[in-house]
Nanobody, 125 residues
Framework: QVQLVESGGGLVQAGGSLRLSCAAS????????MGWFRRTPGKEREFVAA????????GYADFVKGRFTISRDNAKNTWYLQMNSLEPEDTAIYYC??????????????????WGQGTQVTVSS
């Protein structure tokens, strides 16, 4: 059974940093693209970042460019989202996801096949 488990969320002050992790079990995802999405109350889930199968190509939503970095460690079957300069607007539940069809990942949630349960990130002002 495939399982994705996020960790690293929590409460942080504006300007602070967090690193989210997503650990996969049940199969390896070396040949799959990975992504992060987030959801705030009253809003649809939105794309945050994606990393290609090779790890050499990354993509970000405009609102996180220069602040967040996505990376992966295939040996650990884990990928990460380093979040710096956090703002109260970044408060959300963050989800990791795997796409088995999109080499470079995707900003569209329908392109992802596996999802984690989410981890809460709260940024206080």
């Amino acid at each position: 059974q495939v399982q994705l488990v996020e960790s690293g969320g929590g409460l942080v002050q504006a300007g602070g940093s967090l690193r989210l992790s997503c650990a996969a079990s049940g199969r390896t995802f070396i040949n799959d693209a990975m992504g992060w999405f987030r959801r705030t109350p009253g809003k649809e889930r939105e794309f945050v970042a994606a990393i290609s199968r090779s790890g050499r190509t990354t993509g970000y939503a405009d609102f996180v460019k220069g602040r967040f970095t996505i990376s992966r460690d295939n040996a650990k079957n884990t990928w990460y989202l380093q979040m710096n300069s956090l703002e109260p607007e970044d408060t959300a539940i963050y989800y990791c996801a795997v796409s088995t069809t999109q080499y470079f990942g995707s900003s569209n949630s329908v392109d992802y096949d596996y999802w984690g349960q989410g981890t809460q990130v709260t940024v206080s002002s």
